[in-house]
């Protein structure tokens, strides 16, 4: 393929978005889909040297490389850039400067920024800009994004199913009908590689030609993309622990990890799939874990995120070990060898299977003797019970002597009836 087609230069309008397949798929659909920006200029670029290219760090690339490409007098549309809720206040006014000169429409879907829509709106006022939340999911907001600026939703329908898979919507999951599903994702699965190419071919990496190219066509994109799909490897050294966990005994691809234990668990058929993966810079590894989005966007009461099951925060313990990543995709690092992960691994995985058929504890009686006990250990219960025993004795001994007591007393009196 070909990526050498490049947009006006002078063009007045702009896209800033996400350097992920959700963010570079909506600028294509913007694109693609609404005439009056078909010649907007993308701006998605990520740099592994240069920080302040980075999404979270915008209020430094609103102030360095975009605030250099974007002349005032243009407008801008941002897309699927959240607010930075560690330092709103910076992104916001950040913003706000740079929209002074612009006109700035404003748009995204994570939930976290639905509390700042006021501020954002605030930012963006001038020159007729605004601020946009379409929430919370990716697959809709493609759509309402498209005919909000004027355009066809159905021509995004392609762009915003790939926006969704991208963004593991389980929207996509439910509208597709399986075998176009497994199709979606695998073009999906190549475009991740395409991403990560360009990401690897260049510093800055420039992701502009990539959505030029998905704009104009995107049947030749997907073609790539297809071809692509087959350098994530997919494990063939998997076991089924119970009937919710797929565990990877071969070691994963340090670059395509979580991709990997994604097949491997769709292979499987389970909720969760958990693997090994080498950290080439230290030479230790790491154990992985995901929640397969596919199988809980099917069956939303199968479970939720390994990282929130009790088994995954018990096994964290024993371990005396940290988890870094989002509970649906938590790792723990530091394993000095790979048959020291993997056993860590088997054991999660065994944890996990089991505590999907612990029994509920039932409280039937709640005399509180028996309620000692049960609390108690096995040990202390046949002590307790014995107590109970002697008491009971004790008591009974009693009561037999005050009836003979009872029956001497009445034949005193010459009485024959007692009890």
């Not at 966990?245 to 979580?258: D, K, N, R």
């Not at 039937?364 to 002590?383: C, E, F, R």
Request: aromatic share 8%; glycine share 6%.
């Amino acid at each position: 393929m070909s990526w050498s087609y490049l947009s006006n230069p002078s063009g007045k309008r702009y896209i800033v978005g996400h350097t992920d397949l959700d963010g570079i798929a909506r600028a294509a659909a913007v694109k693609a889909a609404v005439g009056e920006w078909r010649d907007a200029v993308p701006i998605i670029v990520y740099s592994r040297r240069i920080p302040a290219t980075m999404p979270n760090t915008l209020p430094e690339a609103l102030s360095g490389h975009i605030a250099e490409r974007v002349p005032s007098g243009s407008t801008v549309l941002f897309e699927d850039i959240p607010v930075d809720v560690h330092n709103p206040a910076k992104y916001i006014s950040a913003l706000r400067t740079f929209c002074v000169t612009r006109t700035c429409i404003w748009t995204d879907h994570h939930e976290t920024d639905a509390p700042y829509l006021p501020q954002l709106t605030d930012a963006t006022m001038y020159n007729n800009g605004k601020a946009m939340w379409f929430g919370p999911d990716a697959y809709d907001y493609t759509l309402a994004l498209i005919q909000w600026l004027g355009g066809d939703p159905e021509r995004a329908r392609p762009y915003a199913i790939l926006t969704g898979i991208g963004d593991r919507n389980p929207k996509v999951v439910q509208i597709l009908p399986e075998d176009e599903l497994r199709r979606w994702l695998r073009i999906a699965d190549g475009l991740d590689v395409i991403i990560r190419e360009v990401s690897a071919n260049s510093d800055p990496a420039l992701y502009d030609m990539l959505v030029e190219s998905m704009a104009r066509n995107l049947d030749e994109v997907i073609a790539e993309a297809v071809q692509k799909a087959d350098q994530i490897p997919t494990p063939t050294a998997v076991e089924t622990i119970g009937t919710t966990v797929a565990l990877v005994t071969e070691q994963l691809h340090p670059s395509w990890g979580p991709k990997s234990l994604e097949r491997a668990a769709l292979k499987a058929g389970t909720i969760y799939a958990i693997g090994v993966s080498p950290n080439p810079r230290d030479q230790t590894y790491a154990v992985r874990a995901i929640t397969y989005w596919v199988t809980m966007a099917k069956n939303p009461a199968a479970g939720k995120p390994i990282g929130l099951t009790q088994a995954f925060q018990r096994w964290l313990s024993a371990q005396g070990r940290r988890a870094y990543g989002p509970p649906a995709a938590p790792v723990v690092s530091g394993y000095a060898t790979f048959e020291r992960a993997l056993t860590a691994a088997r054991e999660l995985a065994n944890a996990v299977a089991a505590e999907r058929y612990e029994p509920a504890t039932a409280h039937l009686v709640s005399d509180k003797y028996v309620a000692q006990a049960v609390a108690a250990d096995y040990a202390t219960i046949l002590s307790k019970l014995t107590e109970i025993l002697e008491q009971q004795k004790k008591m009974y001994e009693e009561y037999l002597n005050l009836k003979r007591k009872q029956v001497e007393l009445l034949e005193q009196t010459g009485r024959n009836e007692y009890d």
